[in-house]
């Protein structure tokens, strides 16, 4: 069974400054089933990336993703206070039918 | 607008049920497969169940197979997901999100959640 870990499990970062969130599967992964999601207090999940790299639809060009086979990565290039939330790994399996999440990256601000 | 509206929810006795609603609006509902993700107070996302566009797949996780019962009427653009046999770890919000199986680019629309409490 797929299990997706992440870290750090908590980052505090001063407004501008990069993120980078790591995700590492139990096994190799189909890139093209890799996603991130943010999720703001009190909201729902959002989409941020879908395939590994592709960002979607009306995502800042500061998030981009990354990586292939079992190590995957979320960059935030200039972190800005409505970047606070947690952030979920997904992976989505076909064979039969799986969605994994990872257990998430708690974002602060300083 | 796209929109996923998911209903349903409420306090519930152990041993309970409750039928959750999630309503499409702004797409073509019967082109794309369905799954429920609920996520307990303080915890992470944990999908629970899956539909696809044509109804004959459908999966759960084991902790809800042979509790919880997923369906959709595309006439109506309707998803629902019947929990019977509620335990206290039921206890979460129950999200409704959209996957395109032809062209999969992740779970890109997601209800606001209804609560479950057990």
């Given amino acids: ?110 | 607008e796209v929109q996923l509206v998911e209903s349903g929810g409420g306090l519930v006795k152990p041993g309970g049920s409750l039928r959750l609603s999630c309503v499409a609006s702004g797409f073509k509902f019967s082109d794309y497969a369905m799954i429920w993700v609920r996520q307990a107070p303080g915890k992470g996302l944990e999908w629970i169940s899956s539909v696809s566009s044509v109804v004959s797949y459908i999966h759960y996780t084991d902790s809800v197979r042979g509790r919880f019962t997923i369906s959709r009427d595309n006439a109506k653009n309707s998803l629902f997901l019947q929990l019977t046999s509620l335990r206290v770890e039921d206890t979460a919000v129950y999200y409704c999100a959209r996957v395109d199986e032809a062209f999969y680019s992740g779970l890109d629309v997601w209800g606001q959640g209804t609560t479950v409490t057990v």
């Fill in chain 1, 1 to 110: 069974e797929l299990e997706l870990t992440q870290s750090p499990g908590t980052v505090s970062l001063s407004p501008g400054e990069r993120a980078v969130l790591s995700c590492r599967a139990s096994q190799n992964v189909l890139s093209d089933y890799l996603d991130w999601y943010q999720q703001r207090p009190g909201q729902a999940p959002r989409l941020l990336i879908y395939g590994a790299t592709s960002r979607a639809t009306g995502i800042p060009d500061r998030f981009s993703g990354g990586g292939s086979g079992r190590d995957f990565t979320l960059t935030i290039s200039r972190i800005a206070p409505e970047d606070v939330g947690v952030y979920y790994c997904h992976q989505s399996g076909y064979s039969p039918p799986s969605f994994t999440f990872g257990p998430g990256t708690k974002v602060h601000i300083k």
